[in-house]
């Protein structure tokens, strides 16, 4: 999963679902593909990962079709603090982290 | 989860100089990374620390300009040596932690500031 494409940025109004897409058509078999959330002057925060079909927590969920080429991340009913850049990123098995981040997203959502 | 503290959070400093970062984690971690991100941009890998081992540099980054140290599992340190202007971004350490062993916590970075 060495290398992601992202959209640059999107624009989405208070309280629609927004979908990110990420393509990582080198995928390995054995990479997850991980999302994470960044705000000005912060660290990056771990939002959600999967590896295969769909994954649900509390605060997006992510879609992997079956060929794995591509992830997308689905924030439900955004607000105004989901404002931030979200970046997609792959993990081979434990021990052999593949860190490439990508460009990143920058969602910005309007009232 | 995990918590990270880093130090400095922001410094400016001179040209040729060189500045050391501290990253603390509230509990042992094998591996612990280092990045940087340059305003505006996206995070690039500088090196991987492993307790008791030489930390393991990406390409375009070097241990003269870079030395890190890691002497034991919670703590470790980035120094950027001979600072230059574009050495001004910000410098965050990373751990990875989690049930699934995927999940990647960041401390806050360091602003860091060359004159």
């Known amino acids: 999963l060495a290398k992601t494409t992202q959209p640059i940025s999107m624009d989405s109004y208070e309280g629609q679902e927004v979908n990110i897409t990420c393509s990582h058509n080198?995928?390995?078999?054995?990479?997850?593909i991980t999302w994470y959330q960044q705000f000005p002057s912060q660290g990056p925060r771990f939002i959600i990962q999967g590896y295969k079909t769909k994954v649900t927590n509390e605060v997006a969920s992510l879609f992997i079709p079956a060929d794995r080429k591509s992830s997308t991340l689905s924030l439900p009913r955004v607000s105004l603090s989901d404002t931030a850049v979200y970046y997609c990123l792959g993990y081979s098995g434990a021990g052999s982290y593949q860190l490439t981040f990508g460009k990143g997203t920058k969602l910005s959502v309007i009232p | 989860s995990a918590v990270i503290s880093q130090k400095p959070s922001r410094d400016i400093c001179q040209r040729g100089t060189s500045l050391t970062i501290q990253c603390q984690v509230d509990s042992q971690v094998t591996m612990m990374f280092w990045y940087r991100q340059q305003p505006g941009q996206s995070l690039t890998l500088i090196a991987t620390?492993?307790?008791?081992?030489?930390?393991?540099?990406e390409s375009g980054f070097v241990i003269d300009k870079f030395p890190i140290s890691r002497p034991n599992l919670t703590f470790s340190t980035l120094t950027v040596s001979n600072m230059s202007p574009e050495d001004s971004s910000i410098y965050l350490c990373?751990?990875?932690?989690?049930?699934?062993?995927?999940?990647?916590?960041f401390g806050p970075g360091t602003r860091l500031t060359v004159l």
């Open positions: 990373s751990v990875v932690r989690g049930s699934s062993g995927h999940e990647q916590f």
């Open positions: 080198n995928i390995a078999t054995n990479d997850y």
């Open positions: 620390a492993n307790q008791g081992s030489e930390a393991t540099y």
